[in-house]
Structure formats: C-alpha cells, structure tokens
C-alpha cells in the first residue's frame, strides 16, 4: 500500500460525500481510506455502506477529538505515505499521483509534502502561500503559516520517530489548533523537510466567522483556535526551547498590538478573542510527565 489516507469525521456526512467521491476518483489507485466515524448518529456509516468501495476501512468511535480520530486511524493504516485528509475538502484526480511524482523526485526520504489549498468560499489561496517556493523546502516560518493538514502527505516513518499527534493539540481537544504544525515542528528537528508543491491541489471551503459585540459561536470559535496556537508556541518555545520560533512568536504579537491599536480598521471583538485565547493556551499547556519532543532532551 503506498497511500493511507485518514479522514476524521463528526456529523458531516453532507459534505463527507463528495470528498469520497474525489478520493474514489483518484488516477493513482494504490491508496486506502482510513475513516474515523466520531458522529452521534448513522448517517455516516449509511454512506459507506452505499459506496461498496474496498478501499474504504470504516471505524466508528465513542470518543471527540481530531488529534485523537487520526492517532486512531494510524492503527489500521497500511501505507508508506499518510494524508491528512478534511471531510470538507474535494481532492484533484491527480492529487496522490503528484503527490507521488514529487516524492520520488526528492531522493532525500525524509520528505513531507505540502500541497496547495484553493479557497471555495473566499475564492482565494487557502493559506499564505509564498508561490516563488513552488517545489522547494519552507522554513519554520513557512510552515507554520502555511501547512494546513489538509494538504499533507507524511511518511508514516515520521510517526514512528515523533511519536502521533498530541491529543490535546486540535479541534475537540482541550487546544483547538495547531496539531499538525506540532507534528512537523518535532519532524524537521529530526532533519525532516516539508517541500511546497502547487501540483498536489484540493479545494476547501474556509468560512470566516462573524463577530458581534457579545459572545457568540463565532467568537468562541477564534477564542478556541488561538488558544490552540498558543498552547502550540508553549510546547515548542517555552518548554521545548526552540528558539527558532521566537521571531515568528514576536511577529505574531506585533500583529496582535498593531490591530488592537487599530480599532478604527480591526474588528476589536475578535482581537480580543484572539489575544485571550492565544494568552490562555500559552498559560495552560503543560507536558505529561516524562513527555519529551526531541531525543537529545531525552
């Protein structure tokens, strides 16, 4: 099996359906579909079981949490290549065959590919792509603005050295971001390389929430995804001592007090809610005991 492709899913089987659809187009067939049914009915399940597909290994789940759906999925994984796949997002045909192009053209096996994002709802890039690194390495800076998990094709190799992902790191988890980033940061401190490639395409719908001035599901929303960010900068900087990440750590902030001081232009309701989530994540994060993220600290 050269492909395992996981998919971690809650109540989405609406938009689960076309992404099957795209995955079960792909040109390059070697692959399979690992999903992790989290959902609280059987809608899920009901669409499998109509697709007949043997590609499809379907799993349910009574546990909540991304990091946890996917570090789930990797038991049954069969691949030499993992991608992280969204329910939400509709994958190029020849999205593994590129991906698979790019890979063996690295002669260097320590390779992560990072595909590109079209946003369908803003009709924008899905991240902030940097176009004139088009099939070479990012830095630390690049990847952690623009290596969504959407996009990402890792050897199953890296699990094996890095350990999975961390379970309070992600959507459902006590820090709602940043668990892909955590998972490439600890990567490339075992000379990993994350390569940029705009052949491997999807399309991803990124909704923007709104803001009012009282709290409401929007604002919760930011709040949670910057104390995953936080909480991310704790890990790695603070506790893990990479000091490779304290300029885009103070860029970050420069941005933080620029908008605060920008009411005029910035929406203060959601910089608020930025600044407090990202301030409680940077607070809370702890390691468990005995936790490591690199063997030399070992």
Same mark, same amino acid.
């Given at each position: 099996?050269?492909?395992?492709?996981?998919?971690?899913?809650?109540?989405?089987?609406?938009?689960?359906?076309?992404?099957?659809?795209? /995955?079960?187009?792909?040109?390059?067939?070697?692959?399979?579909?690992?999903?992790?049914?989290?959902?609280?009915?059987? /809608?899920?399940?009901? /669409?499998?079981?109509?697709?007949?597909?043997?590609?499809?290994?379907?799993?349910?789940?009574?546990? #909540?949490?991304?990091?946890?759906?996917?570090?789930?999925?990797?038991?049954?994984?069969?691949?030499?290549?993992?991608?992280?796949?969204?329910?939400?997002?509709?994958?190029?045909?020849?999205?593994?065959?590129?991906?698979?192009?790019?890979?063996?053209?690295?002669?260097?096996?320590?390779?992560?590919?990072?595909?590109?994002?079209?946003?369908?709802?803003?009709?924008?890039?899905?991240?902030?792509?940097?176009?004139?690194?088009?099939?070479?390495?990012?830095?630390?800076?690049?990847?952690?603005?623009?290596?969504?998990?959407?996009?990402?094709?890792?050897?199953?190799?890296?699990?094996?050295?890095?350990?999975?992902?961390?379970?309070?790191?992600?959507?459902?988890?006590?820090?709602?971001?940043?668990?892909?980033?955590? /998972?490439?940061?600890?990567?490339?401190?075992?000379?990993?390389?994350?390569?940029?490639?705009?052949?491997? #395409?999807?399309?991803?719908?990124?909704?923007?929430?709104?803001?009012?001035?009282?709290?409401?599901?929007?604002?919760?929303?930011?709040?949670?995804?910057?104390?995953?960010?936080?909480?991310?900068?704790? #890990?790695?900087?603070?506790?893990?001592?990479?000091?490779?990440?304290?300029?885009?750590?103070?860029?970050?902030?420069?941005?933080?007090?620029?908008?605060?001081?920008?009411?005029?232009?910035?929406?203060?309701?959601?910089?608020?809610?930025?600044?407090?989530?990202?301030?409680?994540?940077?607070?809370?994060?702890?390691?468990?005991?005995?936790?490591?993220?690199?063997?030399?600290?070992?």
């Amino acid at each position: 099996m050269r492909f395992s492709l996981i998919i971690g899913t809650l109540n989405r089987a609406d938009t689960l359906g076309s992404c099957l659809e795209s /995955l079960l187009k792909q040109s390059f067939t070697d692959y399979e579909i690992i999903i992790i049914d989290q959902s609280n009915d059987d /809608l899920t399940e009901k /669409l499998v079981d109509s697709l007949h597909s043997e590609k499809i290994i379907y799993k349910r789940v009574s546990f #909540k949490g991304l990091s946890k759906a996917r570090n789930e999925g990797l038991k049954y994984a069969r691949g030499d290549f993992l991608c992280l796949i969204d329910d939400d997002a509709y994958y190029n045909e020849d999205y593994l065959s590129n991906a698979l192009r790019v890979i063996t053209e690295e002669k260097d096996k320590k390779t992560i590919v990072s595909g590109y994002i079209f946003d369908t709802v803003n009709n924008r890039d899905f991240a902030k792509y940097d176009h004139t690194r088009n099939n070479q390495s990012l830095n630390t800076i690049q990847i952690i603005r623009t290596c969504p998990s959407a996009a990402l094709i890792i050897p199953i190799q890296v699990m094996v050295e890095c350990g999975a992902f961390d379970e309070k790191l992600g959507v459902g988890a006590e820090y709602g971001a940043g668990e892909e980033t955590d /998972l490439l940061l600890r990567a490339i401190q075992r000379d990993y390389h994350v390569i940029y490639s705009e052949s491997v #395409k999807l399309k991803h719908p990124y909704p923007i929430p709104e803001y009012s001035t009282s709290t409401d599901n929007g604002n919760n929303k930011m709040k949670y995804y910057y104390k995953g960010i936080g909480a991310l900068y704790k #890990k790695h900087l603070l506790l893990c001592k990479e000091y490779n990440l304290a300029h885009p750590f103070l860029v970050l902030w420069t941005k933080f007090i620029i908008k605060y001081l920008l009411p005029f232009r910035y929406n203060h309701v959601r910089v608020r809610c930025e600044i407090n989530g990202f301030v409680e994540g940077l607070k809370g994060y702890t390691l468990e005991s005995g936790e490591i993220v690199h063997e030399d600290e070992a």
